[in-house]
């Protein structure tokens, strides 16, 4: 990734918190019983957000022929028929000062068509448009943030037709991240477009607890990186979450990293954790230039559509020791998604129960495996053999 100093330096602090939250402040799983904060009710986000994000593929690098051949690529690769809609621009799209009346601008050099005429490209292909913006007096690459202005900036945004926004929470002066994103959640809905609000602020102030009625997803850590460490210290610290999230709201455990680095097992391990957790599914590559495995995984639609499935309940930790988890899922149609994860470096069998991940009242159960198609029947046992550092996912239904 092509990342300037100081978001480096932004991205790395980031990272420290997200480990001290894996230590210090994510429950564990079997402690969350608490039930979400009343959800925001704008309407948005009742499953999870599908979509682009240009900022773990291209850093600073953003601009309108990137989003626009991006959003061309979804629309003739597959993603945009498996369900991904948002295609969203993150930070340095901007000038470095507002204009005379305050407002902001889309730098020009990169944007020659300006934040609208690139949301019109992007409408047209039945797309919709992300921006980014912070909840401090700066983003986290040095433009100039939303705190104070959020009236001003939502007002722009919905004139320019942005459809999301992406709330960073850099500079922020040490106000309360709830009270710098109420502001912004108060102006969207003042600004007369449904406008779907991702929550930025790195998993702080337990947003989790507080999250629903502000925003239609939070960050629950800091940030992610190509790596099988940092994909694994992240989905410890968000899995306990569980109880937290529904429809309208949801945890986010950042966005993906799926052909940016990491193995074909590991980018397919973090696909099933991400849908089986409920997140948000924002891919974080080269879209256009995407490898054929990448696109497979991203475009799976068994896989998506537990991540999607309207019942809205993320998966819960069932089981774990050394290094071998068991989750299970509940989905709307009485079946169960079930992963099995091998945190270790050697392949090893891991084994469960229908009982045990909650799927009831048949004698004999029909399995899914959602990554290759096969399928077999149980009268209770399941278990498998997962590679070092991937998963089995398997869908469980009455047979």
Not at 288 to 308: E, F, H, K, M, P
Request: glycine fraction near 12%; hydrophobic fraction near 40%; charged fraction near 15%.
């Amino acid at each position: 990734m092509r990342l300037t100093t100081f978001r480096m330096r932004s991205r790395l602090s980031r990272l420290a918190v997200a480990a001290v939250l894996a230590v210090t402040t994510a429950p564990a799983f079997a402690l969350v019983t608490a039930a979400p904060a009343e959800a925001l009710g704008n309407g948005l986000a009742r499953t999870p957000q599908l979509g682009f994000n240009d900022w773990n593929a291209y850093g600073c690098n953003v601009s309108e022929s990137l989003i626009k051949s991006t959003a061309q690529a979804m629309h003739t690769n597959g993603m945009q028929a498996a369900g991904y809609q948002y295609v969203n621009i993150d930070d340095c799209w901007l000038t470095h000062n507002r204009d005379g009346n305050g407002n902001l601008v889309p730098d020009p050099a990169k944007f020659p068509d300006g934040i609208a005429g690139t949301a019109s490209y992007v409408h047209s292909l039945g797309l919709k448009l992300g921006i980014y913006e912070d909840a401090g007096t700066a983003t986290c690459a040095g433009y100039p943030g939303s705190l104070g202005h959020e009236r001003q900036d939502a007002a722009l945004f919905a004139s320019w037709g942005v459809d999301y926004l992406k709330y960073d929470n850099c500079n922020n002066t040490g106000v309360s991240a709830k009270t710098r994103y109420t502001a912004m959640r108060d102006a969207l809905a003042a600004s007369g477009r449904q406008i779907l609000f991702s929550l930025c602020n790195w998993g702080q102030e337990n947003v989790w607890t507080w999250g629903a009625g502000v925003g239609n997803s939070w960050r629950t850590t800091g940030d992610i990186n190509a790596s099988f460490g940092s994909m694994l210290s992240i989905f410890h610290a968000n899995v306990g979450l569980n109880g937290y999230a529904g429809p309208g709201g949801w945890n986010d455990p950042d966005m993906l990293e799926i052909g940016n680095g990491m193995s074909a097992t590991e980018d397919r391990a973090e696909f099933s954790l991400w849908a089986e957790m409920a997140a948000p599914l924002i891919a974080g590559t080269n879209i256009a230039r995407a490898s054929a495995t990448t696109l497979g995984i991203l475009s799976n639609r068994a896989v998506v559509a537990v991540d999607q499935d309207s019942l809205g309940r993320q998966g819960r930790m069932v089981t774990s020791s050394s290094g071998h988890d068991v989750l299970a899922k509940p989905l709307a149609n009485g079946d169960v998604s079930v992963v099995l994860f091998n945190e270790t470096g050697s392949t090893a069998t891991i084994s469960t129960t229908t009982g045990a991940v909650g799927k009831t009242g048949a004698s004999r159960y029909a399995l899914t495996d959602l990554w290759t198609g096969a399928t077999s029947s149980t009268t209770g046992a399941i278990s498998a053999s997962v590679p070092a550092h991937g998963t089995v996912m398997l869908r469980v239904a009455n047979q």
